[in-house]
């Protein structure tokens, strides 16, 4: 079974401050790991996946084999990076599954 | 642009409605897939289908099936709807393990 668990349902920070959105997953194989954000009416769009390495927006994630998890980092947050934050697992037979979501809440 | 339409924003149904929700994609992606979406829950997998006529159960399939007929469109079935499936239904189609999603229908059962 694959299973994605984010610990905080929400995470207020100041402007500037920095931001770490938390994201651990059991799988038992190989998975490919990824971040979705949902902005304000809004659809659900992809962030950033493990393999590309890549930052987008000034966000990076790491996955940690060894602690299973793949948390999503930004040293300097901005409003505008206020949203809903899923991060997702796609394990064998193209199943992604979902963690419950972290609302980030960048206060002025 | 990808683009993953769902037929409708707004649905309210009654209880025991044989509800259908539709959505369609125009990237020729293999894979689609049905969620829901509830506070405090995420998005939880209904069902997903890999290709023409297949599915797979979801974590949730229980109250719900699904239709593939073409590859673009994908969808969800409620048989006799219940007031606990109240909720943000989303489709997604996609390749490579990316995933695209539409805007979403709110379906309200009374």
């Known amino acids: 079974a694959q299973r994605v668990t984010q610990p905080e349902k929400l995470l207020s920070v100041f402007k500037g401050a920095p931001v770490e959105l938390k994201c651990n997953y059991s799988y038992s194989g190989s998975p490919e790991l990824f971040w979705y954000v949902q902005y304000s009416r809004q659809r659900l769009q992809l962030l950033l996946r493990?393999?590309s390495r890549e930052s987008i927006k000034g966000f990076t994630a790491d996955l940690n084999k060894g602690e299973t998890s793949f948390h999503l980092k930004k040293p300097f947050a901005q409003e505008e990076d206020s949203a809903m934050y899923y991060c997702a697992l796609s394990g064998g037979y193209q199943k992604v599954t979902f963690g419950t979501g972290t609302k980030l809440q960048v206060i002025p | 642009d990808v683009k993953v339409t769902q037929s409708s924003r707004y649905l309210v149904k009654r209880t025991g409605e044989k509800v259908f929700l539709e959505c369609v994609q125009d990237m020729d992606h293999e894979n689609m897939f049905w969620y829901r979406q509830d506070p405090g829950l995420g998005l939880r997998l209904i069902y997903f289908s890999y290709d023409v006529k297949m599915k797979e159960k979801g974590d949730i399939p229980e109250g719900y099936s699904v239709s593939r007929e073409k590859k673009e469109r994908f969808s969800l079935i409620l048989e006799s709807a219940s007031t606990n499936q109240t909720s943000m239904y989303l489709c997604?189609?996609?390749?490579?393990?990316?995933?695209?999603f539409g805007s979403g229908t709110q379906l309200s059962v009374l």
């Open positions: 997604a189609s996609g390749a490579d393990e990316k995933l695209f």
């Open positions: 493990h393999i």
